[in-house]
């Protein structure tokens, strides 16, 4: 009998707790899929909220958006307020930041996502070049915005040239010693297309740089633990018939590299050794002969070594390390000094590339 | 003491699930900044210090009940006397409500942030405590039984942990022994707050069936905890960088943000509403415990002692709201924690061994 009425008090209680949180339908809620900031004079930030609303006929339409406010957190505020549902972020897919709220400074916007419990760590933020509302007001794909935004970065991450970027390893960048962050820079194209179109560097937390698309191949090699992407080599040497030179587009399958640092000082010298395993996608010159794919090996090679140097040296001229070259010291040394490495150190570090290129196959036909 | 009838009794082996159950609880979801805080990345180091203190303890606490044949009751009253011992009794009702108070509290307030923030912490904690006083009343057996499950049931959480591996860099914890020794101390020190749970074992003796050999058991289920917290470390280390880190309070559950699954989005809520199986036993043991240290020095019923308990948990309980209290309730409950295990319990078993051998001549 007492056991029947525990059971019964525990049952009554259960539904009275359940009762004391605060039911949320999801077709009464906006949930935001995309979020995006611009700097609009000095002092004012516009938000623009997007997200989804089903319609009866199966189809999405995209919906924005947009408050003006002094800072971020007021912006969030001032778009709960015009909203006619409640706005939820827990589905949020990507954070769009404008290039010139980038150079300003984004943490408090990184801060904001970090300290929502319902943001997962894999939000991409991004840089737009141009207005992130322009951005987020086109109508891409079928399955919404912020699927179309978030699968176009997924893509290229996986199978091109990106590299490997979310929410997590920005702040993990930004907070670590000895390295700094970077981010994706997408472009509208038309209403319809958008494109991603090189990468931001970061100084602290503001973007100081960009690597443009061409050679964003060659930035996901030094940053990736293992990286896909193709190049064009084109060869020198050789001309065809009509005098245009002879190219050969690579696709590497496996890229992967090794940071050696010496971490004895004056100067610190780092070693990065590159190694790529690749097929030939396209060739068209008239033969592809074993001399002929050696040859593209080297100028491969070559291309390789330039640039990254070329990439390096810049870093250290405009002080930024997306590398870690920092963060590899530190592990070496003990009682690592930033300050010092920052300003003495970094700025005299001595590199030295050193690729290796094989190629494996030369497709179907010879 | 009365004997315990055998049949109220466990097997030696359950001490495992009792020991490593209670000792992980709501410490496990943010114990990474506290040793990080002084001893930086070396912090694992001091999770393996602390975890070899605690065998040390246990061992010391075996000798203790062998010697004052019964529990920490008989112990009492063997080394102070009938009347003083009570007033150490106290101490240790206090104590263990304290600790039922702070888990339960931590727990809810991890569900408030993370899943409810309108959740009521007086309807949960009323509800949770229906169940534990079910469980409780059921006896040693029940909680024992508990413990198991809670044990078993969310260790697959452990698994999920993998997915942070694609993000981790491993060669963050490098250099070793960066840091001083003392910074590392002051942070074995802090872990050792985290390990705090297993003096229940002072209670549970002699409920055991042949109480002296569970002591291997004992000693493995303190393993297999290190083990754990090591492990965890080790991950959110490779995990975070060192300064985002000390901004996130509860490193494990930031962890599951990165999990990523086809069929759940937020991983965090699966995580938080299973750790709930954790917190059971947790707080089962303890208000177990502090109910039998009551019942032992009064007259009461075990029945009368574990609801008077039950009383003052829930109404103390609801009187901290913020985040600052829960944290300096955590501190407070660490803080004598720490005292009464490192330092009390040394000291008590001298006493008992004294006032033994004085006892005889006498």
């Known amino acids: 009998m007492k056991k029947v009425l525990v059971c019964g008090i525990a049952m009554v209680l259960s539904f009275l707790s359940s009762g004391c949180v605060e ?58 307020r015009m909203s006619q ?34 943001i997962g760590a894999r939000v991409y933020m991004m840089v737009s070049k141009g207005d992130a509302r322009e951005i987020l007001q086109g109508q891409y794909g079928i399955r919404g915005n912020g699927m179309y935004i978030s699968n176009l970065l997924k893509q290229n991450i996986k199978r091109r040239e990106l590299p ?39 100084h602290k937390d503001k973007m100081v740089d960009t690597i443009p698309a061409e050679d964003m191949f060659f930035f996901k090699i030094l940053v990736d633990k293992i990286s896909e992407g193709s190049h064009v080599v084109r060869l020198d040497q050789e001309q065809k ?3 245009q030179k002879v190219e050969a587009s690579i696709t590497s399958l496996k890229a992967k590299h090794k940071i050696k640092v010496t971490y004895k000082k004056n100067p610190v010298k780092v070693t990065i050794k590159i190694k790529i395993k690749g097929i030939i996608k396209e060739y068209t010159g008239e033969r592809l002969t074993p001399k002929k794919i050696t040859d593209i090996e080297k100028t491969m090679e070559k291309d390789i070594e330039d640039k990254a140097m070329q990439m390096l040296t810049k870093f250290q001229k405009i002080g930024v390390d997306p590398i870690g070259i920092g963060q590899i010291q530190k592990h070496g040394v003990r009682g690592f000094d930033i300050k010092e490495w920052e300003s003495k150190l970094y700025p005299n570090v001595q590199f030295n590339v050193e690729p290796d290129v094989k190629i494996v196959e030369g497709g179907t036909v010879e | 003491m009365q004997a315990i009838p055998e049949r ?112 009521s912490t007086f309807i949960f904690a009323l509800s949770f405590f229906i169940l534990c006083y079910y469980f409780v009343r059921g006896g040693v057996r029940i909680i024992a039984g508990t413990a198991f499950f809670g044990t078993l049931l969310p260790s697959y959480l452990l698994l999920t942990f993998a997915f942070t591996f694609p993000f981790s860099d491993y060669r963050n914890i490098l250099p070793v022994f960066d840091h001083s020794l003392k910074d590392i101390l002051i942070s074995t020190k802090n872990m050792s707050l ?65 999990v990523e699954m086809p069929f759940v989005e937020r991983f965090e809520y699966i995580g938080i509403a299973n750790w709930c199986l954790v917190i059971l036993p947790n707080v089962c043991i303890t208000l177990w415990c502090a109910s039998r240290i009551l019942k032992r020095m009064t007259p009461l019923k075990h029945r009368h002692s574990l609801v008077i308990i039950i009383l003052i948990c829930l109404s103390t309980l609801t009187l901290f709201t913020t985040r600052t209290q829960v944290n300096f309730l955590n501190d407070i409950a660490g803080q004598i924690g720490f005292y009464i295990n490192f330092i009390y319990i040394p000291i008590l078993l001298v006493l008992v061994i004294l006032m033994k051998k004085v006892r005889k001549k006498s």
């Open chain 2, 194 to 258: 985290t390990y705090l749970g297993y003096e229940a074992i002072l209670l549970l003796y002699p409920f055991i069936k042949n109480a002296k050999k569970s002591q291997k058991y004992a000693h493995w289920g303190l393993f297999t905890t290190t083990a754990v917290y090591t492990l965890i470390a080790l991950i959110s280390f490779a995990f975070f960088s060192e300064k985002q880190l000390e901004k996130t309070v509860w490193a494990t559950l930031s962890m599951w943000k990165i």
């Open chain 2, 8 to 119: 109220r009794k466990i097997s030696p082996f359950l001490v495992f699930f009792l020991i490593h159950s209670i000792q992980v609880g709501g410490g496990v979801l943010g114990f990474q900044r506290v040793i990080a805080k002084n001893a930086g990345y070396d912090g694992w180091i001091s999770v393996i210090i602390a975890g070899i203190f605690t065998h040390i303890l246990v061992f010391i606490m075996y000798v203790l009940l062998d010697k004052s044949g019964g529990d920490l009751v008989s112990a009492h009253t063997l080394a102070f006397g009938k009347w003083i011992g009570k007033i150490f009794d106290t101490v240790f009702v206090i104590y263990f409500s304290l600790l039922v108070i702070t888990i339960l509290r931590t727990y809810i307030e991890v569900l408030q942030v993370w899943m409810y923030p309108r959740l």
């Open chain 1, 85 to 118: 549902q409640p706005l939820v972020r827990g589905g949020l897919d990507a954070v769009v930041i404008g290039e010139e709220l980038a150079k300003k400074g984004v943490i408090d916007i990184a801060d904001s996502l970090q300290r929502d419990p319902s």
């Open chain 1, 241 to 243: 018939r009509d005098g």
């Open chain 1, 23 to 80: 039911r949320e339908i999801l077709d009464d809620l906006y949930i935001e899929t995309g979020k995006g900031y611009d700097l609009v004079e000095d002092n004012t930030i516009r938000g623009t909220a997007m997200f989804p609303v089903y319609k009866p006929d199966k189809s999405i339409e995209n919906m924005t958006l947009s408050a003006e406010a002094t800072s971020t957190r007021e912006v969030l505020e001032t778009l709960a």
């Open chain 1, 164 to 202: 490997e970027t979310n929410l997590h390893m920005f702040l993990f960048d930004y907070y670590q010693l000895g390295q700094t962050p970077y981010l994706p820079i997408i472009r509208k194209i038309s209403d319809n297309t958008l494109k991603v179109d090189g990468i931001a560097l970061f």
